[in-house]
């Protein structure tokens, strides 16, 4: 099979060997942000509403999802989480959030970061340049959505 399979992100079409990559059995930890739409307008110095999903494999639920809109120098953590009250190892459902983050004040643009926490602990990884492969599969670094700042 040459489907599903992880690389180091430096293998490219050229150096790939599926024959020594066992095939992802789990998917990791991820999180997406849905609201408010990308390049939306916000007022500096508010705090705004974000909602999402969030979900991991191999059974595991999310424990929190972690929300800045100031490059990481502040967190806050999304205030609801609606998921299936199944424990690890047999959680399967995507979690629902909510949470609130504060947008500078004196910029023209903002980007709000979510990352996700399961119940063993994995977290997302900041970016995808350690982790990105030559199929994308795997990659689940924060997401990231611009925003537009008025003050």
């Known amino acids: 099979q040459n ?80 998921q299936d009250s199944a424990r690890h190892p047999r959680h399967w459902g995507w979690t629902v959030w909510t949470g609130k983050v504060k947008i500078p004040e004196g910029v023209d643009s903002a980007e709000v970061w979510s990352k996700a926490v399961d119940s063993s602990y994995n977290v997302q990884p900041e970016s995808f340049s350690n982790i990105w492969n030559l199929r994308g599969v795997l990659s689940n670094a924060y997401c990231r959505l611009k925003l537009s700042v008025k003050n």
């Not at 180091?8 to 408010?36: E, G, L, R």
Request: charged share 20%; proline share 5%.
């Open 3 to 82: 489907d599903y399979k992880g690389f180091n992100p430096s293998t490219d079409w050229d150096t790939v060997d599926f024959t020594k990559s066992p095939a992802i059995q789990d998917m990791p930890v991820t999180s997406s942000i849905c609201s408010p739409a990308g390049g939306s307008k916000v007022t500096g110095g508010q705090e705004l509403t974000v909602s999402g999903y969030a979900w991991s494999g191999g059974g595991r639920a999310i424990v929190r999802v972690d929300l800045t809109a100031d490059g990481g120098k502040t967190w806050t953590q999304a205030d609801s989480l609606v």
